[in-house]
């Protein structure tokens, strides 16, 4: 039987989700087209929560088909400014940069699983897809209601990283 709540440790500096950048190709051909691509901070932080996330126990074996809870705390490097003898032990609010939603965008595209190209065969498609869904915590972003999300600088002694804390919502019959 799977968890119904888990709670996920990805140590690191959390990175928020960045916006697509473009670039430029030419080919031998010398034809040039346009390529987009997400910027690699961005990438290695989603690897790194969906490595951090597959590790927990109790991580599904199949996506979770129905409504989710998702809340997390970020936590950044603290400021020398606030790692003097009279400022507190634990951890302090961070109220800068980076947005909170833009932390959960990436949180959220890690562990959700990417579109798959269909070929037009129903049965190849179909197995592409199941195949392409397992490691992911949830089929769609779309099912994910969002709870608090928290940044604080870290508490002296501890490190950056994000704790995210996933439930699965039971709904009620009538």
Partial sequence: MTATRLEIVAPGLPVAQARHRDRVVTLPTGRAFVQRYTP????????????AA???????????????????????????RLCRKCDPDGPIRKNSKPDADNLVKAVLDALTPPKIKLSGNAAIDEAKRREGRRGYLWLDDGQVHLGPVDRWYHAKGCGPGVIIIVELIQEESC
């Avoid at 690699?40 to 490595?51: F, I």
């Avoid at 590790?55 to 970020?74: H, I, K, Q, Y």
Wanted: hydrophobic share 35%; proline share 10%; aromatic share 16%.
């Fill in 40 to 51: 690699k901070e961005t990438r290695y932080w989603r690897s790194a929560v969906l490595l």
């Fill in 54 to 80: 597959r590790a927990t126990p109790g991580f599904p074996d199949d996506p979770w088909t129905g409504g989710v809870r998702l809340s997390m705390e970020a936590f950044f490097d603290r400021p020398q």
